[in-house]
């Protein structure tokens, strides 16, 4: 039983863009939360450039890999180079995936992310011998986007 459980998603998904935040401002950047989430969950300024970051937040399941969902409209809604995705790694401590968009929508057309349900891509990361992968162990390693925060630049 993970201690995290018995903690709602609610909390657990502001935690995450909370941590998001903190490590942006420790990089420099100035950061604001978004009152409405509409796919955006906070923007980050620095050196007078704009990003725009959603962050998802999960903990490892009992399959041991996280699985995330995105809005398949936030997403479409948001084609930019300068928008990330922070996939939050909650374990024993916190590690960060970061995204790019066009990362994501490669990984969409190559089928390594699917939709599934009413409008909603799932986004399962696996972790595997000091390794990260999106979809399975098959995959192209991520290793390069991991706690990796010069790639929101």
């Keep these: 039983m993970s201690k995290f459980e018995d903690i709602s998603s609610g909390h657990i998904g502001i935690a995450g863009e909370h941590a998001v935040a903190s490590e942006l401002l420790f990089r420099g950047y100035n950061t604001s939360l978004m009152s409405v989430d509409v796919g955006i969950d906070l923007v980050a300024i620095k050196d007078s450039k704009t990003y725009y ?14 699985a995330y969902d995105l809005r398949v409209a936030s997403f479409e809604r948001h084609e930019n180079s300068q928008t990330f995705y922070v996939f939050v790694l909650r374990n024993q401590e916190n590690n960060f995936l970061i995204l790019p968009y066009t ?21 399962n990361i696996f972790v595997k011998d000091e390794d990260i992968f999106i979809a ?14 010069e790639i929101i630049r």
């Design 103 to 123: 990362i994501l929508k490669e990984k969409i057309s190559q089928g390594d992310i699917k939709s599934y349900g009413q409008g909603k891509y799932r986004v």
């Design 53 to 66: 970051i959603q962050v998802k937040t999960a903990t490892i399941n009992d399959r041991d890999y996280y």
């Design 136 to 149: 399975s162990i098959k995959s192209n390693s991520l290793d390069y986007y991991l706690n990796n925060w």
